[in-house]
């Protein structure tokens, strides 16, 4: 796959059938190296293990020299009624709207683009909702953004 939008637009549908078809994404990050792909299985239980295991993915993708970085979970989602209403102290996984998305990161050095596509459990189905897609500098990307801009200090 060469074509970015392409890429992007398979991972969505990837990610849409494993919830479909198995009710569960298991986490992965791939890693894009031309034409071939690296997969890494991405789970962790609270924020100590995803950070830990974030930064040993980075090594990895580092070691096999990955130009583009794609990452496939699920997590939940709060759609506020008014940006007022943001408090940071509140996560979305304890918020009483909450709902259950995928999200979907394809990141390169120039840019991040994420897809969030809310879905519910009906009965025996899946039922998604609507896309949001939102593109941003990859630098200002807090738990990536350092893999292709280390810390001063960092590989």
């Not at 919830?19 to 792909?37: A, C, F, H, S, Y």
């Not at 990895?60 to 102290?89: C, D, F, M, S």
């Not at 949001?132 to 801009?149: A, I, R």
Request: include cysteine; hydrophobic fraction near 35%; charge should be positive.
């Amino acid at each position: 796959m060469t074509c970015i939008k392409q890429e992007i637009e398979y991972n969505v549908e990837f990610a849409k059938g494993m919830i479909t078809l198995k009710g569960k994404l298991i986490p992965m990050v791939v890693g894009v190296v031309g034409d071939k792909r690296y997969c890494f299985d991405f789970q962790f239980s609270n924020d100590d293990e995803l950070n830990t295991q974030t930064e040993i993915i980075k090594s990895k993708l580092r070691q096999v020299g990955a130009t583009a970085v794609i990452v496939l979970t699920e997590a939940w989602g709060v759609k506020l009624r008014h940006p007022a209403l943001y408090n940071p102290a509140v996560r979305a996984k304890d918020h009483p709207d909450r709902h259950e998305c995928l999200v979907i990161l394809y990141i390169t050095k120039v840019s991040t683009v994420r897809i969030i596509i809310p879905f519910s459990r009906v009965l025996d189905s899946i039922e998604f909702g609507e896309q949001s897609t939102t593109l941003y500098k990859t630098v200002n990307d807090k738990q990536w953004g350092d893999y292709f801009y280390p810390k001063k200090g960092g590989s």
